[in-house]
């Protein structure tokens, strides 16, 4: 994967992100998505069931705790596979934010506090970018190279 950034949500202050689950989604609706891995914390039957009908996507997110009395037609039908694991990918993302760009904003007004962690998220994006260049130079050397040594 890219581990490029592809949606943000920003709040004024500290809540829980869950409620952003779908709407951060919906931006990537027509995208062609093959699973998306989520921790317990998005264990709902409407956020499986909108990964499965709008996204046609599978869900990769583990039952947080049991399924209860009422586990729902998508719950029940929760299997995990080596997909899920690629949510390492976000956690490493977020970590190579934090070391290069520091975590805490220094912008005093919501709405600076906001650009800044937009521009940090670009800066972030545009770094990895520039790597996923080298490497893709890289290869296609080494394509090259080893073609004209046959």
């Known amino acids: 994967g890219s581990m490029l950034v592809l949606g943000t949500s920003i709040h004024k202050m500290y809540r829980n992100d869950t409620r952003d689950f779908i709407p951060l989604l919906a931006k990537l609706k027509g995208k062609k998505?093959?699973?998306?891995?989520?921790?317990?914390?998005?264990?709902?039957?409407?956020?499986?069931?909108?990964?499965?009908?709008?996204?046609?996507?599978?869900?990769?997110?583990?039952?947080?705790?049991?399924?209860g009395r009422r586990p729902g037609f998508y719950r029940k039908r929760n299997t995990l596979t080596r997909a899920y694991h690629q949510r390492s990918k976000v956690e490493t993302a977020f970590s190579v934010m934090k070391r290069l760009y520091k975590p805490n904003i220094k912008a005093t007004t919501v709405r600076q506090q906001r650009k800044e962690a937009l521009f940090k998220v670009l800066a972030y994006n545009i770094r990895r970018l520039c790597k996923l260049k080298e490497f893709a130079i890289l290869w296609l050397n080494h394509r090259i190279s080893t073609r004209l040594s046959d």
């Open 33 to 67: 998505l093959s699973f998306v891995s989520a921790d317990k914390a998005y264990d709902s039957e409407s956020n499986r069931q909108y990964v499965v009908e709008e996204l046609h996507s599978k869900p990769e997110i583990p039952i947080r705790g049991s399924l």
